[in-house]
């Protein structure tokens, strides 16, 4: 196990909010899927001041898909306005020079457009704009998104002229959940003290809260796509996962943490 590891990944769940409580979300069906992969190809990938984190000897990179519902903004209750929507992430674990071990989302890919441009100018996250849906079925948890072509897929960008059409990034998971998993490598997978960004030029951290998780192990039953292609990992669904986990179901917080750099 790394010596880098400081504090039980459970206790990061919850840890008190420094600062005011600015949206609750619930995650529904939360397929991870992560890989240990080479640190040094993934440091390219992050923004400056960070690292990725190492835990169990290696850096990891992860597909993490859930339904998004149920967003609330304090003080007001819940509201289901935005709807349900699927997310479908590859991130990186990574770590800041003050220790707070976070994610780091490389792209976050859903079908709701007011939330697309709400992440990225407000919170300086990559969200993406694509065709996403979910089912579940017992046990069994699907997610899939396909991104449009054209000026959709990059809405930040400039339109494109000339040349032939852009790829269509896609992404399919399904896991059949099992036993209930425990142990420090889950929880280091699974809870982390929140979210690494890149915002107006500055990398910073959002804080994460959540109740302490139930993961459950979890048989791939699919996965396929070229959306790691879109963040500069080709082939990453070519190779078996390392680890395969479900939770069914939690309630996230997210609060302001500070600038990192």
């Not at 984190?53 to 993490?64: K, Q």
């Not at 003290?193 to 804080?207: C, E, K, N």
């Amino acid at each position: 196990m790394s010596t880098e590891i400081g504090d039980p990944a459970p206790s990061r769940a919850a840890a008190p909010m420094r600062h005011r409580t600015l949206a609750e979300h619930a995650w529904d069906d939360v397929v991870f899927v992560h890989w240990r992969h080479d640190a040094a190809t993934l440091a390219r990938l992050l923004p400056a001041g960070l690292r990725p984190d190492v835990v169990d000897g290696s850096a990891w990179v992860g597909l993490v898909a859930y339904v998004f519902d149920a967003t609330r903004v304090p003080p007001f209750p819940p509201s289901r306005r935005l709807g349900a929507m699927t997310e479908l992430t590859i991130e990186v674990l990574t770590v800041d020079p003050a220790g707070r071990r976070g994610t780091t989302y490389l792209t976050v890919d859903t079908q709701n457009l007011p939330a697309v441009v709400a992440a990225r100018t407000l919170l300086g996250v990559p969200y993406t704009p694509a065709r996403a849906g979910s089912r579940r079925e017992g046990e069994t948890v699907r997610h899939r998104s396909v991104r449009p072509e054209g000026l959709l897929r990059r809405p930040l960008r400039g339109p494109r002229s000339g040349g032939p059409s852009p790829t269509r990034y896609a992404a399919s998971v399904s896991a059949v959940a099992g036993e209930v998993a425990t142990g420090r490598l889950t929880a280091e997978l699974t809870t982390r003290a929140g979210i690494h960004a890149r915002l107006v030029g500055r990398t910073v951290f959002w804080q994460r809260q959540h109740d302490p998780l139930t993961v459950r192990r979890a048989d791939l039953t699919q996965l396929d796509g070229d959306l790691p292609d879109a963040v500069g990992l080709p082939g990453l669904f070519d190779r078996t996962p390392d680890s395969v986990l479900v939770v069914d179901g939690t309630t996230v917080r997210y609060a302001w943490g500070d600038v990192v750099r």
